[in-house]
Each structure stands twice: as C-alpha cells, then as structure tokens.
C-alpha cells in the first residue's frame, strides 16, 4: 500500500513539471528611454523565484509567472520615462561697502642748515595750509571716500535629469612681469606680461522626484580685485542642496569684515567695510 501511495505520489509530481514550466511567461519589451544596464539590476531581485531578466541593446527579455510580470511591468513604466529637460540657473551675488579715510600732516621748514620737508603733493580731500614769511609751510590734508561693491553673475545650462551639466566662462586677465637676467655686460631688466586665467561657472547633477528636487552642485566664482589687477577673489562651494523647482535654493555665502590701518611716510590711511557673497540655485522644468 505505502508503495503504492509513494508511487503515485512520484508519478504525480513528474507530470505537475511541465504545468509549473508552463506557468512561466516570456516577454520580450523594448524600453522607450531606459538603459538596459541600468534597468537589468533594479528588476533582478523582484523577478519571480525561476524567473530571469536580462536585455540585449534596447530590449528587455522577461521570464517569469505572470502575476511577477505584470508587478514588473508597472515598476517598469516608472523607470522607462523619458527624463525631463531642465533649466539650471546659478546666481552670484557680492554686496559690500568701503569706507576709507585718508588724513596727514605735511610741510617744509628751512632755516640755515636745518631743512625739514615732508611732503603730500596730493590735492584731493580738504586741505588746510599755513605759510609764514620765510616760506614755511604746514599743510594738513584729509579726505573720506564711501563705495559699494556690488557684483551679479547668473549662469544658466540646460539637461536632463539624472545627467551631469557643465558651464564655465571667463577670460584671461594680462598680468606685468618682471625679471632680471645676470650678463656679461651687467643687469638687464626684462619686462613681460603673464595671462591668467579667470574664469566662473558651475557643476552640477539634478535628480527629482515629483517637484522636489535633490542637487549636486560646486559653484566657483574668481573675479579681479577692485583696483588690483594682480589679486584675484575667488569663492568655491560644493555641497547638497534639496528644494521645489521653480524656487531659489541659498547654498552657501559668507560674510567679510575690512579693518585695515597703514601709514606712509605722514599719510595715515584707514579703511573699514564688509562683503557678502551669496550663492543660490534654481532648476526649472522645460515643457
């Protein structure tokens, strides 16, 4: 009896292969903007236990129960969309002021072999001078400056989502050089000029969902020293940043404070003042 029982049990389970066999479905999908490589790894652990995914060019080759396939058809059509075009615009905004003042006495006294000149030849500023009848003179000149620095860079790229996007611009900036050169018939004095690259822009990788939007991005802003041509400024900042599309998203600034005190010869020369620089980002859909 038990003999029996197991071998119709055996002849049972050998002619249910091929009803399992045959619950299996294959499809083949071509993918409207989806990668296979990328495609192929996300699905691979959903598939059905027996079931395999794999793809050639722009087609998927699904083997699978069918309730599985329909599950992976409807993850499928989340990921075979085609990326939305955005417009990524980065702004760059340096606001300050400089406050300098500039104040000195100076004068020339002469009397037998004592000779005493200090001299301002400026004539900028207010300037109060006194001279007596020998031709002496004492001089006191000041003069105070306010300016603001102001400075608005925006810079816009277009891409696709989940795609790097590059924009850098700038020009070269002539920077005098100077060097001297040992010969036999002395030191000789070489003048040149040396270009220096400045450039600004930014780097960035876009990723949404929904409206919200999630950023890699690394800004760098150089610009030219106000009145000094060989200095330059130069702001960098690389950072993640999440917010909507459509709204400015602020990734970084930073706050500078001046104090500086010099002297030449009379002429004392104060300056005080701050900068900010602000940098924000936004991405826009194109429809």
Avoid: C
């Avoid at 790097?164 to 070489?190: C, E, K, R």
């Avoid at 459509?246 to 930073?254: A, D, L, N, R, V």
Wanted: net charge positive.
């Amino acid at each position: 009896m038990i003999k029996l029982f197991l071998h119709s049990l055996f002849i049972f389970i050998i002619g249910s292969s091929p009803v399992i066999a045959e619950s299996m479905k294959l499809e083949i999908i071509e993918l409207k903007s989806g990668v296979v490589s990328d495609i192929v790894p996300v699905l691979k652990p959903l598939v059905a236990e027996g079931g395999t995914v794999t793809g050639m060019n722009n087609k998927l080759i699904l083997k699978t129960t069918p309730s599985n396939l329909k599950q992976l058809k409807e993850i499928l059509a989340q990921l075979d969309k085609a990326p939305r075009r955005l417009m990524i615009s980065v702004k760059q905004d340096v606001d300050g002021n400089l406050k300098r003042n500039e104040s000195g006495l100076s004068g020339r006294y002469n009397s037998g072999n004592v000779r005493i000149e200090s001299p301002d030849t400026s004539n900028e500023g207010l300037i109060v001078q006194g001279r007596d009848s020998d031709g002496n003179v004492l001089r006191y000149r000041t003069i105070e400056t306010r300016s603001n620095i102001e400075d608005r860079n925006v810079f816009r790229v277009q891409t696709l989502e989940g795609h790097h996007a590059h924009i850098n611009v700038g020009n070269s900036v002539p920077i005098p050089t100077q060097s001297a050169v040992i010969t036999g018939a002395g030191v000789v004095v070489q003048n040149g000029v040396e270009y220096r690259d400045v450039t600004s822009g930014f780097y960035v990788l876009p990723r949404l969902q929904g409206d919200n939007v999630t950023l890699l991005v690394a800004p760098r802003l150089s610009r030219v020293s106000p009145n000094q041509a060989a200095i330059f400024d130069i702001q960098e900042v690389e950072t993640t940043a999440t917010g909507r599309l459509g709204e400015w998203i602020q990734i970084g600034g930073t706050t500078q404070h001046f104090n500086n005190d010099s002297q030449r010869n009379v002429i004392r020369t104060k300056q005080r003042g701050q900068e900010q620089r602000t940098v924000l980002i936004k991405v826009e859909e194109i429809k």
